[in-house]
């Protein structure tokens, strides 16, 4: 395989204290990359650089792990903007418009919804995702669920069987059925092409006792948890997700004292969705006291046609700076190495030897700049997997 050497890189965000200024960002200045086939093989100083093949000049810009989206809702038809433009106008969100997602992704075709999927990856790879979960979750039906999965796992490893996110209509009076349904027949047609498990324990959706029944039974069939938690108000989601050994908590926009102390102390992430308090204009997360407690916080865009139409994680890094109460360099490694943790991968979200080759070149000196510049399209190349793929 040929060598290519990334040089004349300002500053070089690597993840890891060891190779850097001692920070968890790991900065080093004035720096080069080394790539073969689609692994990092060296990170250091430009002078100290080892010959290449090829070589490539970053102009003196900055360079960051490609993002990690750990948190997404991608396999869906239809559009939702007069949801939107009633609740800038006043009305508050609530799970309920999730129906109107469902009907329009049930009507799609598989091509159709493949081509949504892929419409948006590109959208998200062009920002510097170079990697994404999603899941299903608009179907609802024991088929319609089964083949979202197989249309996500056309287009990432990272798949969520989300059957638990709300009671399908057609069991509108009979949630218990529906739960039975989601942890048997339905379970069993999806587990095939997931590898997480996920449910929406929340009010208006599935409370403590239904949502443990899921993630058991899915447990059971060898899919790893993660939790739908405490974003419309407080509730069990995130004991239930320590507790599970979930790999992530998602949303943890209201927590108790006894919420954090149990996300400091256990190896479930913090996954905070700014994008989601933007669009519903809702409470923000209070990521200082999830730092504070000792919790292990990321970044991600939940991007979905509902509560969060985007799929920018740059604009999540500025809203979780500017909103949040993160800094940037805390914003920059959770939506890195933070999403990472969340998906429990240690081979992305890092600019290390033996990592996979995901890197994404800015046009700035700095990755400040991503919160120091609102909405500029700052990232200039994206490699992933030691391809120049943007």
């Known amino acids: 395989m040929t060598t290519t050497a990334v040089t004349n890189i300002a500053s070089l965000v690597t993840n890891d204290p060891s190779l850097g200024d001692g920070t968890p960002l790991g900065l080093i200045q004035d720096a080069a990359v080394v790539i073969e086939g689609d692994r990092i093989v060296w990170t250091g100083e430009a002078g100290k650089a080892p010959a290449t093949d090829n070589a490539v000049d970053a102009g003196g810009r900055a360079m960051i792990p490609g993002f990690v989206d750990s948190h997404s809702h991608l396999v869906f038809a239809g559009d939702r903007t007069h949801?939107?433009?009633?609740?800038?106008?006043?009305?508050?969100?609530?799970?309920?418009?999730?129906?109107?997602?469902?009907?329009?992704?049930?009507?799609?075709?598989?091509?159709?919804?493949?081509?949504?999927?892929?419409?948006?990856?590109?959208?998200?790879?062009?920002?510097?995702?170079?990697?994404?979960?999603?899941?299903?979750?608009?179907?609802?039906?024991?088929?319609d669920e089964a083949r979202a999965l197989r249309v996500a796992s056309r287009h990432t490893d990272e798949v969520t069987f989300l059957g638990a996110h709300i009671v399908g209509p057609e069991y509108a009076d009979d949630p218990a059925g529906y739960v039975?349904?989601?942890?048997?027949?339905m379970l069993d047609a999806c587990a095939p092409y997931a590898r997480w498990i996920d449910v929406f324990c929340e009010k208006g959706a599935f409370d403590g006792d239904q949502a443990r029944a899921v993630l058991i039974a899915g447990k059971a069939r060898g899919?790893?948890?993660?939790?739908?938690?405490?974003?419309?108000?407080?509730g069990p989601g995130v004991q239930l997700a320590v507790e599970l050994d979930a790999a992530s908590a998602d949303h943890c926009t209201h927590l108790t004292d006894a919420d954090l102390d149990a996300l400091g102390q256990g190896d479930t992430v913090a996954t905070l969705l700014p994008g989601a308090e933007f669009s519903t204009r809702a409470t923000w997360p209070d990521a200082r006291r999830l730092l504070g407690a000792g919790a292990t916080v990321a970044l991600s865009t939940d991007c979905n046609p509902g509560s969060s139409f985007t799929s920018s994680m740059p604009f999540c890094i500025a809203l979780a700076v500017r909103d949040m109460g993160m800094t940037p360099d805390e914003a920059l490694w959770s939506a890195t190495a933070g999403g990472a943790a969340a998906l429990r991968r240690g081979d992305i979200g890092r600019i290390t030897p033996g990592a996979r080759a995901d890197l994404v070149l800015l046009d700035a000196p700095s990755h400040v700049h991503l919160a120091y510049r609102p909405g500029v399209p700052l990232v200039s190349k994206v490699w992933r997997r030691g391809e120049q793929v943007a």
């Open 180 to 185: 039975d349904l989601v942890t048997g027949p």
């Open 83 to 143: 949801e939107f433009n009633a609740r800038m106008s006043g009305r508050p969100y609530s799970a309920g418009g999730i129906r109107t997602t469902v009907s329009a992704t049930r009507a799609a075709s598989d091509d159709e919804l493949s081509a949504n999927v892929a419409r948006y990856l590109a959208e998200a790879l062009r920002q510097g995702t170079t990697t994404f979960e999603t899941k299903s979750g608009y179907g609802l039906t024991v088929e």
């Open 223 to 234: 899919l790893h948890p993660r939790v739908h938690a405490n974003q419309l108000g407080h």
